[in-house]
């Protein structure tokens, strides 16, 4: 169930086609948060006065975290650096009728904070669009309203500081602050000045990247090659329709989105599409009531603490609770499929699950050759294409280059990933901002967060749209070392694993075990 996914989401986003806040708490609620807000309300800052917090990269998931911070009293000192002109949350992906697989309700701020005046339902009523969308009854959003949404409030939110690359985060140790180093850029993405900020936090948000399998990147970075990752999509919809024949390559819901939306637009009998995956079947997402529980703050600590070698072991198991497509999808494209046999014969489509692609090259001048295997029967065989669509997903961007200036206080697990403790916070060793603390970072103190880059200690909730604003107000917490953003202690009906602590001492006869029957 993922809807996402800071910086660009993962899968970050899976779609589909067809606790009350605390008295303590001051919060203004205007019609348009714009108002009543602004840079000339936010605490003074600069080389006396540090930042309490900076976030590196604008996705979905550290504008949650702006806006939630922006309604917390003291104020909070943030900024928030990305390299893009302005928020877009995957542009190429905005298909008609595509909508987000989480309910409305997991926006940038609701589930930590129903009242604050960043919300979903405020969004449209700054836009008098509240009652149109009672009477829709649209529990599911669209994927292009949800990008309106996220721009609206980037735009009206002060301290985000868009075409601004962020280049390193290191340690000062004089100071006891991290520093943030960036480069200012002009419209056309050349650099422009040179900046600095100070602050006692920093949240990293960068999102993932496009993953293209490796058999494919020549093609793929080959210019002129009609070879295209899926968040590429809408830019070369219409180059894709007009070739001859497309293959689609992932088993995903964007695979499933596409191949449909390519179909739908193709003429019967001459539809020339091929749809083929890695997965032993197109496999619909795991979407019942108590399997969305593994994307609640109860599975994501149970997760956490679980060893480092069993979450490795787990995370490959539950790829249908955020890879498989969503079950409407599936039914769209076998209606659309059966559609076309009405009138007798088959479309000119085929769906192939289990297969991997070994090699590809170009043949013929204009077209792309696949060498394909299939891994269960063993056989290998080859497709001649005119085009390829990659809906091959999303890794995390790898964040070495951006910390190297803390390398030597970065704490690594068995497969040298950065470690992350339970409240997001990467673990590093020999930082200290608290004059009054020997033991590192703690509530507080200041530290590196994460966000949606921790999928490998807090499992698949990490990219998810639905944990957004609790992640958010969970670091919020931590910053402030108080409780801005009081979060409820219990959030599934379903209790994962067991209680380890020992059951009342009885005597040792009572605690001799009965067999229930003898061996035969």
């Not at 605390?22 to 609620?29: A, I, K, L, N, Q």
């Not at 602004?38 to 080389?47: E, N, V």
């Not at 200041?446 to 499992?459: F, I, L, S």
Request: contains cysteine; proline residues 8%; hydrophobic residues 35%.
């Amino acid at each position: 169930m993922t809807g996402t996914t800071g910086g660009t989401t993962s899968t970050t986003g899976t779609t589909r086609v067809t606790s009350p806040t605390s008295s303590t708490r001051t919060t203004r609620h205007p019609h348009t948060p714009g108002e009543g807000y602004g840079p000339d309300h936010a605490p003074d800052h600069g080389p006396d006065r540090p930042y309490d917090l900076v976030g590196v990269g604008i996705g979905p998931f550290n504008l949650s975290l702006a806006a939630l911070a922006h309604g917390t009293p003291g104020p909070l000192a943030t900024a928030f650096y990305d390299q893009r002109p302005a928020f877009h949350w995957h542009p190429g992906q905005l298909i008609d009728g595509a909508t987000l697989q989480v309910p409305f309700l997991a926006d940038l701020v609701t589930l930590a904070d129903p009242a604050s005046p960043w919300t979903f339902l405020n969004y449209l009523r700054a836009r008098d669009r509240l009652f149109p969308f009672y009477f829709a009854e649209k529990f599911h959003i669209h994927r292009a309203e949800y990008d309106a949404y996220c721009r609206w409030v980037s735009e009206h939110l002060p301290g985000l500081h868009f075409g601004h690359h962020v280049d390193t985060v290191r340690w000062n140790p004089e100071r006891r602050l991290f520093e943030v180093d960036f480069t200012q850029l002009d419209a056309d993405g050349e650099a422009t000045a040179l900046g600095r900020a100070h602050t006692r936090n920093v949240v990293l948000g960068v999102g993932t990247a496009p993953h293209v399998p490796e058999p494919l990147r020549p093609l793929a970075d080959a210019p002129d090659v009609p070879v295209i990752h899926s968040a590429d999509y809408l830019a070369h919809r219409d180059t894709l329709l007009a070739a001859g024949h497309v293959t689609v390559i992932g088993s995903g819901q964007s695979g499933a989105e596409i191949f449909l939306d390519l179909l739908r637009a193709r003429p019967a009998g001459a539809e020339r599409l091929h749809w083929l995956a890695r997965t032993e079947a197109f496999a619909p997402m795991e979407y019942s009531k108590l399997g969305l529980e593994h994307f609640t703050p109860d599975y994501t600590q149970y997760f956490h603490a679980l060893p480092e070698q069993a979450r490795a072991e787990l995370l490959p198991l539950q790829w249908q609770l955020h890879k498989g497509i969503d079950a409407e999808t599936l039914a769209a494209v076998h209606d659309e499929l059966y559609r076309r046999t009405l009138h007798g014969g088959w479309p000119d489509a085929v769906l192939t699950p289990g297969v991997q692609v070994r090699t590809a090259g170009r043949v013929a001048g204009t077209h792309l050759e696949l060498h394909l295997e299939h891994v269960r029967q063993g056989t290998r065989s080859r497709l001649t294409t005119e085009a390829v669509v990659l809906a091959t997903g999303y890794r995390e961007r790898p964040l070495d280059h951006l910390l190297a200036g803390l390398e030597p206080h970065l704490r690594r697990d068995f497969a040298g990933r950065p470690r992350v403790d339970a409240g997001y916070r990467l673990v590093l060793d020999g930082i200290d901002s608290d004059p009054d603390s020997s033991s590192g970072p703690a509530a507080g103190s200041g530290a590196v967060y994460v966000q949606n880059a921790e999928r490998h200690t807090h499992g698949v909730g990490t990219p998810d749209l639905g944990l957004a604003a609790w992640r958010s107000a969970a670091i919020l917490n931590s910053v402030t070392g108080k409780e801005p953003y009081p979060l409820p202690r219990r959030t599934a009906f379903t209790t994962f694993g067991l209680d380890a602590r020992e059951a009342p001492s009885l005597p040792a006869q009572s605690r001799k075990l009965t067999p229930l029957a003898e061996n035969v």
